[in-house]
């Protein structure tokens, strides 16, 4: 396998032992559905083993040494994460357990927030045609329980937002504005500068789903300025099952509890409760211990190597599929075709050829992609399409495993014309 630039890739692929499994036939896996999930490097597999076979024990509970262990594991997780995210505090991080989770939680404590974050009818929330259905349910929900409108931004003929309204659609009736950093299915980036600095003017939240962000992007939450954050470790070398909500801490204390249990608490009476501070008051319950210890390897892996490094890398790979993808006739990309301000997924159709039938035929080649609507229905119906395929790429994608999708593409055209 060859590196792109400086970057080593095939040093990269050595720490996925999945990556080394041959399918189909003999034939190597070429793995092209990281924005669904992402492999796993044995440093995160070794880590959480290591938890369960010598130190596991509940946390902030167990008078033990055992305890002790595991509490200093879990919460050290949580400095590595706020780190890798420069939050202002590690008190602003709040386990979860993905992303769906994080904004669910926001979704429903704003519906039991009192004073200027109370939502109610008259009031406004403000998302967009390219959203996962994440991050469009749970404010639908919000707005049938309380009467308030929800409003959305348009989408390009490129797959960008439209901000030619955005004074308007974003106004003084706005309660919070959610926004996902980068499309799981066009790849578009969004321009969060201008959303929060409007968001911000009229007195607005910015809550930002960075599922496709943080795995590909270098992120600084102190210099983003949005005000609350969610993302998910499974997409970023980490272990399903655990994901984060960023929250400013004015905004996190402000917050009601989303569920009630243990260690959520400072007092409990037969009459009346008190809850613990941030993050505590969002974790109730065993909290995903083990998957917090491989989230924060995880984290370290990805940070020995360098965010600069995987975004280049990223960027370089997503630019040659594209190039590649466009030279085949019947190929139509959804979204953004130039690689400027775009994320590590394309999705396409092919002429003649559904989108399940695709994969099919990619997949007895050896070749994972994914195929549907990707839990974008609006953006789909948006460019008139039921599904497309998509192909998404990370940190261990190589030029040859493009080339190979190309490949592909090229024999499913031809397959389907001799049928």
Same mark, same amino acid.
């Given at each position: 396998?060859?590196?792109?630039?400086? #970057?080593d890739v095939?040093?990269v692929?050595?720490d996925?032992?999945?990556?080394?499994?041959?399918?189909a036939?003999?034939?190597p896996?070429? #793995?092209?559905?990281?924005a @669904?999930?992402?492999?796993?490097?044995?440093?995160v =597999?070794?880590?959480?083993?290591?938890?369960?076979?010598?130190?596991?024990?509940?946390?902030?509970r167990a008078?033990?040494?055992?305890?002790?262990?595991?509490?200093?594991?879990f919460?050290?997780?949580?400095?590595? =994460?706020a780190?890798?995210v420069?939050?202002?505090?590690?008190?602003?991080i709040?386990?979860?357990?993905?992303?769906?989770e994080?904004?669910n939680?926001v979704?429903?404590?704003?519906?039991n927030?009192?004073? /200027?974050?109370?939502?109610?009818?008259?009031?406004?929330?403000v998302i967009?045609?390219l959203?996962?259905?994440?991050?469009?349910?749970?404010?639908?929900l919000?707005?049938?329980?309380?009467g308030?409108t929800l409003?959305?931004?348009? !989408?390009?003929?490129?797959?960008r937002?439209?901000l030619?309204?955005l /004074?308007?659609l974003? @106004?003084?009736?706005?309660?919070?504005v959610?926004?996902?950093?980068?499309? @799981?299915?066009?790849?578009?980036?969004?321009?969060?500068?201008?959303?929060?600095?409007r968001?911000?003017? =009229?007195?607005?939240?910015?809550?930002?789903?960075?599922?496709q962000?943080?795995?590909?992007l270098?992120v600084?939450?102190?210099?983003?300025?949005?005000?609350?954050? &969610?993302?998910?470790?499974?997409?970023?070398?980490?272990?399903t099952?655990? $994901?984060v909500?960023?929250g400013?801490r004015?905004v996190?204390?402000?917050?009601?509890?989303?569920? $009630?249990?243990?260690?959520?608490?400072?007092t409990?009476?037969?009459?009346?409760?008190?809850y613990?501070?941030p993050?505590?008051?969002?974790e109730?319950?065993t909290?995903?211990?083990?998957?917090? *210890?491989?989230?924060?390897?995880?984290?370290? #892996?990805?940070?020995?190597?360098?965010m600069?490094?995987i975004?280049?890398?990223?960027?370089?790979i997503?630019a040659?599929?594209?190039?590649?993808?466009?030279?085949?006739?019947? *190929?139509?990309?959804? $979204?953004?075709?130039e690689?400027?301000e775009?994320? $590590?997924?394309?999705?396409?159709?092919?002429?003649?050829?559904?989108?399940?039938?695709?994969?099919?035929?990619?997949?007895?080649?050896g070749?994972?992609?994914?195929a549907g609507?990707?839990?974008a229905?609006? &953006?789909?119906?948006?460019?008139? =399409?039921?599904?497309?395929?998509r192909?998404?790429?990370? !940190?261990?994608?190589?030029?040859e495993?493009?080339?190979a999708?190309?490949?592909?593409i090229?024999?499913?055209?031809?397959y389907?014309?001799?049928?």
């Open positions: 396998m060859t590196g792109t630039g400086f #970057y095939a040093r692929r050595e996925f032992p999945i990556l080394r499994r041959r399918l036939g003999d034939r896996l070429v #793995y092209l559905d990281s @669904n999930t992402s492999q796993k490097p044995q440093q =597999v070794d880590a959480m083993a290591e938890h369960y076979l010598q130190h596991n024990a509940n946390v902030a008078m033990h040494q055992l305890g002790a262990e595991a509490t200093e594991a919460e050290g997780a949580r400095d590595k =994460v780190a890798f420069n939050a202002p505090s590690r008190d602003e709040v386990f979860t357990r993905n992303a769906s994080a904004l939680l979704a429903n404590a704003l519906r927030a009192t004073g /200027d974050l109370a939502v109610g009818p008259g009031d406004e929330i967009s045609e959203e996962h259905h994440s991050n469009i349910v749970p404010w639908q919000l707005c049938e329980r309380t308030a409003r959305w931004f348009r !989408l390009t003929d490129e797959g937002l439209d030619d309204d /004074d308007t974003v @106004n003084e009736r706005t309660k919070i959610s926004v996902a950093w980068v499309s @799981n299915m066009l790849g578009t980036v969004t321009p969060l500068e201008t959303i929060i600095a968001a911000h003017a =009229v007195g607005a939240l910015v809550m930002v789903d960075a599922s962000a943080v795995p590909q270098p600084d939450l102190t210099a983003l300025g949005a005000d609350l954050v &969610a993302f998910t470790g499974h997409k970023m070398v980490g272990p099952g655990i $994901g909500l960023w400013r004015t996190l204390e402000a917050l009601p509890p989303f569920l $009630g249990g243990g260690e959520m608490i400072e409990v009476t037969m009459e009346r409760s008190t613990a501070p993050p505590a008051k969002f109730a319950g909290p995903p211990i083990a998957q917090a *210890v491989g989230l924060g390897a995880a984290v370290d #892996y990805l940070s020995a190597i360098g600069d490094a975004a280049a890398h990223e960027r370089e997503t040659y599929a594209l190039k590649r993808l466009q030279s085949i006739d019947g *190929v139509t990309i959804v $979204g953004p075709s690689p400027v775009r994320g $590590g997924a394309i999705s396409f159709t092919l002429d003649g050829v559904h989108p399940h039938d695709v994969a099919q035929i990619l997949d007895s080649q070749i994972a992609i994914r609507h990707h839990c229905k609006p &953006a789909h119906r948006r460019f008139g =399409v039921q599904s497309t395929t192909a998404s790429f990370y !940190l261990y994608t190589t030029l495993e493009i080339d999708l190309a490949e592909g090229v024999h499913t055209q031809k389907f014309k001799v049928m």
